[in-house]
DNA sequence: GAGGTTGACACAAGATATTGTGTTTTTTCT
DNA sequence: AGAAAAAACACAATATCTTGTGTCAACCTC
């Protein structure tokens, strides 16, 4: 740690407190050559996600932009899609990882939703996955009325 | 230190290594409840960050400042300026430096703006960039619009 | 200006971190 | 893709930090 004041490398701990509720921890120190205090943080990495577009492109975990897609979903239904982003954002940094496809990323707002309120589910699901036909739209329905008549059977 | 995965408020260190040339200290440490491991950083406390102008000057960086000229770019574009000093001033501080140039500084919120909003880029662009004369301007937009040819072809 | 809160300072005994060396994995750059 | 750089991992011997307890000063808040 080098010493602000005089630049020299070495420096030795005089107090070391946890703040923050534990977040971090401050210590007090004091230069080896020109016994100058200064004080430094120990802090979290931050952790930053990039999530990882099908053409491979990679950009970094944008909130909002998640909350726009889960907001068009929600729409005029039972469901907080802030809570939602919240509960995503938070999952991410508990798994430590840094990178998430876009795929999974929608996998993990498709989980919360069918839990939550199948049409908003049905609504995300049908953009996610692009839903270009018919088809593959009546099977993911009846996929989703599979697991409710599952549901009901508990 | 709180295990960000677990919560748990003790930990030890695993690994500990000086980084940039000494300014801080990058630690590894293993959460003592659940074993996850993590990445600290010892830090300075808030270092005061100099921004040098082109003329060597140097003056404090002033977040203040720097929103006028943000504010200007993006005048009646659906861009929050403040969001965007408050993201740089964030980025200065975890990159740990003292110093930025005024040129540097320009960079990372064309960066940004290029990102959020084209014509605020733009706007930015052509004030920072001293774009004099008709042909740099031009020069700039198709580069632009090659960006966005790309961003569509997703 | 009394009271609460926070940071700086001191000290000492016990517990933990640091650092060299070396390998492997991951990320970045070209 | 291939090379180079950065980060993660391991280990061991030594040196340093942590944490409780307590005092004092500075700063808000009412």
């Known amino acids: 740690m080098n010493c602000p004041a005089c630049g020299f490398a070495e420096s030795k ?3 070391s407190r946890p703040v923050n509720d534990g977040a971090s921890i401050r210590r007090r120190r004091e230069c080896l050559q020109c016994q100058k205090r200064f004080t430094t943080f120990e802090i979290m ?5 990039f ?3 099908k053409n491979g492109e990679k ?3 944008d909130k909002s932009k998640l909350l726009v897609g889960v907001l068009k979903a929600t729409q005029k239904r039972p469901v907080n899609a802030e809570e939602i982003v919240n509960q995503i954002e938070q999952e991410l ?3 430590l990882r840094h990178e998430i496809t876009s795929g999974e990323l929608g996998e993990m707002v498709m989980d919360i939703l069918r ?13 996610y996955r692009e839903f270009n ?3 593959t739209f009546m099977s993911e ?3 989703l009325k599979r697991r409710q008549s599952r549901k009901k059977a508990d």
């Open 115 to 127: 839990e939550r309120d199948e049409v908003a589910y049905v609504r995300f699901a049908s953009v």
């Open 133 to 135: 036909d018919i088809d």
């Open 13 to 15: 701990v005089v107090d």
């Open 59 to 61: 950009q970094l975990f």
């Open 93 to 95: 940094q508990n798994t």
């Open 51 to 53: 999530v990882i577009k």
């Open 45 to 49: 990495e931050s952790v930053q996600i």
């Open 141 to 143: 329905l009846k996929s």
